[in-house]
């Protein structure tokens, strides 16, 4: 567009709470270059698909129902309507987590048969609880061949006709009745995606609350299904991530190495890059074309995926993408799958920076496409850092903000198991009884995207900082998480900003106010802290009792919906912010908030606005708190007496220590 017709758009300070983005947009602007930011200034949203109210389901439409009581051509109503929209963005996104899950698989499986260049069997552990889990007999075999028979189990679940998947199996007892008895409960991966594609066609499911029970359980053969299978077998192949110091935001870039950023979801690749980085030759090669060195950094869940795990850093979340080309500063910017923008090979013809894409499923006009295969992963990977490391002496002007937060991301399920289990007690008891005691008044898990229709960060930070203040413990993934980095919320000292009960207790388990957990599929961790919360004893029943609440606030893609919709059906209670999809149907909206709840436990909420969302929030983690007749949260009651008291309360047996808490014995 020229520059003369644009309208006049935000202000780098109106369009990015982050400095190192406010200081990129300055250089986008004097440069005369666009941006997600400056595009979305420049269009706004269609009103009549941004409520819902589109079909373009058949070609006798599209049909725009702008008015009350009209139908489609085919009389299809607005609540059916606004709900297949729901559903199928529900199903690609769970396509797009299950088969990230599935290409791992993959991968595990070549490892396996030693097919797979480079790659080896990191958590052993891990590969051996999962194969008794599944079945699969580990006496007197390599890790090797245990993979292969895990691997292939796990590939079958995508091809699964009919029955149960195997990962739904974990969750609570209560939970996996309600999905048998709602027709819920997951048959096959693949098969819950094709279901929708095939029941949103012309002419087939048009009854609102059928349709989304369908999203339901396709969101359910995400969260635990492909989405559990990406984690666990990512686990297995790169490592269980543990507690690890590592950088966030764009002044991770060096302005004397080559700077090689991975972008995208699948940690196959970004991995052996990793490997391919320390390679000494392509280090001496680095040299010779006048680079100190090779330095490896990410955007989006990529590098979620090599933060959590080897303390790569990152150059920040979704709306970084664009930003980190224009500090000139990019030699190679590797692309695999998922929340790539288009617009990036274009952009970067204004710099020297290579868009390299790799997927055998992605290729984007002008970029340059060197294919992935795990088979030959390393020597790939070599080539594309050769790529790189080519590109360095091509540089033009560089201009790195010196903006960086450290960060201590890494915390899986087992780890959590582990640090809280290792001050006293196996298991999550201190959580439980921090809980009961109202210490921690309740659980948030803040995750999902950037959205340039808002400030970007601003809600995600807003959020964070007054649900700390309220004794909530967070926990995140994908770009939330990477946005609570920039802010300093993922150190210990984010405890300045907790409330008194939160405090004492992260002071005595050494355990952080925010929990970075991983990349978006990794919010599967998220719903195994939930189980084993619940199994551990004095929350309830089930996932549905437990005063914890999920948001997404800058969501904009449909894996968002897709983990929401999962989230949902486990139980837990769920805000996106940004925009409500749903809005053209007052029925839609009540089938997936008061319909949900009383069905499944759990509900779907659109909330634009950030002081109502966190209302919202606080009100039903009350409210799950009274019903499981828990003391009401008095913030009051703690703090006083801080570490003193609870070094007293680890110093009991934990029967006196369920009753010092909260005045009776453990319900377990
Ligand atoms: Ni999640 Fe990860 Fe980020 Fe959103 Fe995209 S990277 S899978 S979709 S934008 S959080």
């Not at 819902?52 to 008015?67: A, D, E, V």
């Not at 030693?114 to 990191?122: D, K, N, V, W």
């Not at 020597?379 to 790189?388: E, F, P, T, Y």
Request: proline fraction near 4%.
């Amino acid at each position: 567009m020229a520059a003369e017709k644009k309208k006049k758009g935000r202000t780098p300070e109106e369009s990015s709470i982050d400095p190192a983005a406010q200081e990129m947009l300055v250089r986008a602007e004097e440069l005369g270059l666009e941006t997600a930011f400056s595009r979305a200034d420049n269009m706004k949203p269609c009103p009549i698909g941004a409520k819902g109210q589109c079909c373009k389901i058949c070609f006798m439409g599209p049909c725009r129902l702008t008015k009350d009581g009209m139908t489609g051509v085919c009389g299809a109503t607005i609540e059916t309507i606004t709900a297949r929209n729901f559903a199928r963005a529900v199903a690609a996104g769970a396509a797009s987590h299950s088969d990230h899950g599935r290409d791992v698989a993959f991968t595990l499986l070549a490892t396996g048969k030693g097919e797979a260049q480079g790659y080896q069997i990191r958590d052993p552990g891990k590969l051996r609880r999962l194969a008794e889990e599944l079945g699969v007999s580990t006496a007197d075999r390599t890790n090797e061949e245990i993979a292969v028979d895990v691997a292939e189990i796990c590939i079958a679940q995508f091809g699964q006709q009919k029955g149960e998947l195997a990962m739904a199996q974990r969750a609570p007892e209560t939970r996996k009745e309600i999905w048998r008895k709602l027709g819920l409960m997951p048959r096959g991966i693949d098969r819950e995606v094709v279901d929708i594609l095939h029941r949103t066609h012309m002419g087939d499911d048009q009854d609102a609350e059928h349709i989304l029970d369908a999203a339901l359980r396709a969101g359910l053969s995400d969260g635990w299904g492909g989405s559990m299978i990406a984690t666990d077998l990512s686990d297995i192949l790169f490592g269980t991530p543990s507690p690890i110091l590592g950088e966030v935001n764009l002044g991770v870039l060096k302005d004397d190495e080559v700077n090689i950023i991975v972008h995208g979801h699948e940690p196959t690749l970004s991995q052996m890059i990793l490997v391919a980085c320390s390679e000494p030759d392509l280090l001496k090669y680095a040299e010779e074309k006048g680079a100190k060195g090779i330095n490896l950094a990410g955007i989006c869940c990529t590098s979620n995926e090599t933060l959590v795990r080897q303390g790569v850093a990152s150059a920040g979340n979704f709306l970084h993408q664009e930003l980190a080309i224009i500090t000139g500063a990019v030699d190679a910017m590797v692309v695999d799958v998922q929340c790539i923008m288009q617009a990036l090979p274009q952009l970067a013809k204004n710099f020297h920076t290579e868009v390299i894409t790799t997927s055998p499923k992605v290729k984007i006009t002008d970029a340059t496409h060197m294919e992935f295969d795990e088979h030959s992963a390393f020597d790939i990977a070599k080539q594309i850092v050769r790529k790189a490391i080519d590109n360095f002496p091509n540089r033009g002007k560089v201009q790195i903000p010196d903006v960086k937060s450290d960060v201590v991301p890494g915390f899986s399920h087992e780890y959590i198991n582990y640090m809280l289990g290792g001050t006293y007690r196996g298991s999550f008891r201190p959580l439980n009884d921090a809980i009961m005691s109202g210490r921690i008044r309740g659980v948030v898990a803040d995750v999902g995207c950037n959205n340039p229709r808002m400030q970007q960060d601003f809600q995600h930070d807003y959020l964070v900082r007054e649900l700390l203040k309220q004794d909530v413990l967070v926990v995140q993934t994908g770009c939330g998480a990477i946005a609570s980095g920039k802010y300093g919320f993922l150190l210990g000292e984010a405890l300045e900003l907790a409330g008194p009960g939160l405090r004492e207790i992260c002071e005595a388990t050494g355990m952080p106010p925010v929990l970075h957990m991983g990349s978006c599929v990794d919010n599967s961790r998220i719903l195994t802290v939930l189980t084993q919360v619940v199994e551990e004893g004095g929350l309830g029943e089930d996932i549905s009792e437990v005063p914890a609440v999920g948001i997404a606030p800058e969501w904009m893609s449909e894996k968002a919906l897709a983990i929401a919709s999962y989230c949902a059906a486990s139980g837990a209670y769920v805000i996106l912010g940004i925009t409500d999809p749903i809005e053209a149907s007052n029925t839609v909206t009540e089938i997936m908030s008061k319909g949900w709840e009383e069905r499944v436990g759990g509900k779907i909420e659109f909330v634009i606005e950030e002081e109502e969302m966190l209302r919202r929030i606080l009100e039903h983690i009350d409210k799950k708190r009274a019903a499981l007749g828990l003391p009401e949260y008095d913030p009051t009651k703690f703090g006083q007496s801080g570490d003193k008291r609870m070094n007293e309360l680890l110093e009991l047996k934990p029967e006196e220590r369920a009753e010092a808490l909260y005045g009776q014995p453990a319900s377990d």
